[in-house]
Structure formats: C-alpha cells, structure tokens
C-alpha cells in the first residue's frame, strides 16, 4: 500500500481530491494499493467520483444500490466500505435491514425465474 | 402457465392479493408458472409483499435495489419486469441511467477490490 | 455443429459412448459444438462420464446438483438440458418444485450471510 | 450478535422453534445477526422451516443442494455451516466428495456451453 | 438505439471516434443504446479507449482476457461481440478452443477450492 | 491436507508428477485438500496438465486468463495461487495492473450490455 507520505505528487493530488470530496482526512485501502498503478488509479476515481455526485439519485440511494451489487457478489472488502458509506450517507439500521432483505428475495426470485425457464412478458419487452 | 380461468380457489386467491396490491388487473408469467407449486408460489408472493411494502424505503428504491441485483445477476426475465416495475414506481429516464452506472462501477471495482487483494481498513470493521 | 456423419472416427467414437451410456439415439447440441475440439471433447466427456457414473450418490441427485448449479448460474443451454437430464433419471413435478425451493432459498441465505457480514461459528470450522 | 438471554420474547420463541426444530440446543451466528431484524429473521426461519421439511426430497439432498449452490455462488459462511448440516444429515466422506466434483463440474461445462454460445436443442425446450 | 443520423454532436464525435481507433465504418448496438445517457456512453468509451490500448499486453491477449471475464458472467452480448473482436485481433479456433478450456477449468477448481475450504498457503501471501 | 510423507503410492505420484511439471519442490494446499479424493485429485491434476501445457496459447497467457476467472468470480484461494503463478510464468507489475483493468472493465459493460437489455448484431451472430 501506497501511504500518502511515499506517494508521488500525481497520486498525492488524487488523494486530496479523494479525502476533499468525501469530506474525509484518511485514505482508505483500496485507493492505496490501486496507487501501484496511477493510471487506473486516477481513471476509477474519476469515474467514481462521476457517478456518485448528487443528480437524480441522491447520494444515500446511490450508496445502497453500490452495497447491494457487493452483497450480491459477495465482496467482503466492498461489502464492509460500501456498509461505512452508506451509513455516512445517512442509511438507519432500519434501511440496512430493508436494503438486505430486498437483496435477498431478488437474488432468490433471480434463480426461480431462471430455473423455471421462465419467458418474457409481452408487456415488458422494451 | 396456469391461467386465472384454470386456477384453483388457492391460487386464484393469490392471483387477486397480487393484483389487488400492486394495483393491476393482469398477472405476469413468473406467477403463472410458480403457480404449478402453490406452496412456493404463496412463500414467494407472501414474502416480496413484506419486503417490498413501503416502509423505511420507499417503493421507488426498493425496486432499484431489485433492478441493481437483476443487472448483476444477469438475469433476463427479472431486469424486463423489474425495469417495468421501477418504471411504474417512478423511476426516470435520468434515474436508470445513473443506476446503470451505479451497478457498472460497482460490478468493476468489486473485482479491482479482490483482484488486488486488498484488506479491509479497521475502520471499516463492525 | 458437427453431425455424426460428417464427424471423424475420434469424434465419432466418443458419440458412440455418449450414446451408448446414456441410452439413447442422438447427440445433444453442447457435444456437437465441442467437437470443434475433440481435445476438450474428450476430456470433458471422460470426466461427466466418471463423475455421473452411479456411485455414493445416485444418478438422479447428481442431475439435481447439476441442475441447482446451472439454475444458481443462470445457464440457459445448461438449465434446459439437465431439466431433461433430471426428469429422465426420475425427478417428478414435485421434486422438481423443492429443488427450486432450495436452490431460490440459498442463494437468498447466501446474500444475508455476506451482507451481515457474519462470522463463521467455531462449530462450523473444520 | 443477539444472544438468547439478552433476545426479545419474539426473537426467543424463533430461537426456541429453530432449536427444537433441527434438535440442537444452540443457535449459529447467522440467527443471532438476523435478529437485529426482527421480521427478517421470522420470514427467513418460517421458509427455510417450511422449505427444509421432509418431503419429495429428503433433509440429507436438501441439504447437498443448499450447499451446491453455496459452493457455487463461493459464500465462506454458507459453504461451513450446510457442510456441517449435510454431515448432520447422513453426508459422508465419499458423498461430499462427489458432491464437490459434480459442483465442480456444472460450473465448468456452464461455461462451454455459454462460451460457444450453443443453441438450445429442440428436444429441450419445454 | 440511438443511429449515426440521429445522434447529437456529441455523440456522434463519440462514434466517430469509436469508428476511427477500431478502423470500421460501424457501430455496435452496445454504444447506440448507451447513447441514451451521453455521460456514460463518453465515460464508458474513454476507459475502454484507454485499457484497450496496445501496452504491456498486446490488443489479442487483452480481448482474450475480456472475453474470458463475459464468457464466466455468461453475458450473452458480451460473449458475441468479444468473440467477434477477438477474432479480428487474431484468435484463431484453436486458440479460442484453448481460451475456453481455460475458462472452464478455472470456473470449477474456483468451487472445488472454495467447497473444500482451502486455506491460502504462506507462500502465496503478499 | 494430506502431506507427501502420508500420501498414498498413488497420490504421491501425482504428487510427483505436480512438481515434476511445475519444476517445484513443494506441492499447495489445493492439492493436498483435493488428495482427500484420488478420483477427483487424478482427474483434476491430468485435465489441468493438458489445458495449461504450452501450445496455441503460451504458459502466462493462460495463467493471466485464469486469474481473470478466478478474480471476476472472487475466489480468494484461486486469486492468490494464480497471482503467484502468473508470476512464476512472467507477469510484470504493468501486466498485471493491465489483466485487472482489462477485468475490472469487463464486468462493468457486462451488466451495462445485460441492464440496457441490449440485442446482439447481427454482424455478431454466429
């Protein structure tokens, strides 16, 4: 891992970009190691910091919707900072728990529809 | 697919709880053909009723929710009906795109995450 | 797709096997497509012919697990034909029905168990 | 985690049906984390309870298949506690190891059939 | 989908961008349906553009690698258009047959090491 | 696991045969667990020796895609394990760095392609 001190200057103004836009004063892991290459480093960040400003989705919803795609694929590193940033956000223990709970129940209908061979509707083709 | 005509009694009874609750007057293919196991069908259907009422989350969410995990699955009949079924809540143009962007990333750096084998922060420990 | 009569001897012997262990009199769609690599051909009808053969557990379990497996992957080709294979070796409608259940309910406990992030019990640890 | 003595008389009378139902007289982590959710944790007791009954399939295939699919979709927890319910159940040495190869072997030929993108057969379709 | 003659300028330099660096006269249906949100069709193409590049990877080996990821997500679009982009960078049949073969034996000693929960050895540490 | 000195005569010639191969002097944990069952240990020794021989694809290609696999489907072990035998077979900092944007891309315009429920060209048919 890359500590901010041992970065060069390009990964350094990431970091600040990272700790000014979050509103935080540390890095976390994955940014440290992704520093071994400042290319993807610098091109995740933008993206990421893209797609999670405030649009039509509120920074919250956005950061459930990140958590549920973790909990899905069961990462256990995006699980645990994806659960820290939706709590910063603003998600109760009450959210978390209805957040799950629809995680769960799609991720079993997914196999039911599939399973049962299930065909398309008229109505839902695009 | 069992149709309505040709339910019995017990699924009929389902057949118009699921209309009655979402407020349609039609059932999509994935009842119809749970409905050859009336015990799963009204597991299922009694289960995403709690899960997906409002509550804490307001219905709009809980089907993105629904949508990300479809997306991250791959699952073609459940990405059609929950798309349908985020429309019908209120879901926008603008709103699905950034939800697509949102799954997108998260699908991406779940992989960066374990790829790099990166450790989770103590901060981020429960 | 290569057909049996335009396959070559080695090709051809292995359909000759497939058929003769399965009891039956054509060649399904996954093998015809293989043969473009009797390498991989042979080898991967080597090991489903060890690895289905009667043994600890029985052909109609093995074709279960196969099934629970292509369902949890969403395999369309793979659903379909161990469906067949499944019905073949004796799975009636309401197995067929409880498999599913399983199979919806674990990856539902699968998401819950990673999202809660829960810690394996000592009990459990081999 | 919840434990039993500091469990509410709702979440205790689960506790006490899942005990006395699987004859233990303990309760692994995954109850103790789903009762922060009160709901959740009765909805997903009552289907696992109505789904792991004895039926057309017994508790030991069940039991395979719940960990077929864990095994598949890689979830350390589910992976640890269904093997210790299928040894529980009957599953012995040899079982478990066919149980692995088939896993193992769907999850491969999954990916040949998608890979070459090959076509349902007619004699498939239901 | 969004064509050539109906985009906006902005999207169409995109295209026309897309069309120069891949040296063909079309577009794919991916980026005419991505067109529906400029942002992420312009993020999603200037990353592609960027990781796609001839490196320390050559073109072939990087659409090798994207095909091996789609053909694992059994991503059916996916899976024909990296195959036809594989193809154009070089991959002859055998090597494809041999990619796939990869891919397939990745995909099972994945369950096999997880199912048998296999403790990461000391000297694979980092 | 079982170590060299408490393997059978069978299971220490394919032991033998590992390291042989490998040119190493040590035999993984994977393999150790795997001797539990000599059928599938056997089988799964000689269909990995065929697939990862040299041929249409070199030694670091192969191992690059497999921990492409191994990474998009988060097996902890196999990333490990794979990481250190890319290495062992030439994978520089920038190649890896390279696979992992490669992958990381991959499943992000898997789901694009899967959520904007795109069709496939025709150009793309096979």
Known sequence: MIEYDAAS??????YDDIMATRKTDWINNFWKVLA???????????????IMAPSALDPLTKEMIYLAVSATNQCGYCIASHTAGARKAGMTDEMFAEL?????????????????????DDKFKT
């Open 36 to 50: 071994h290459d400042p290319v993807t480093l610098r091109r995740t960040w933008t993206s990421i910091k893209e």
């Open 9 to 14: 200057a390009e990964v350094r103004a990431i």
């Open 100 to 120: 799950m709970a629809v995680v769960g129940m799609a991720n079993e209908t997914n196999r039911l529809a599939s399973g049962y061979q299930v065909e398309i």
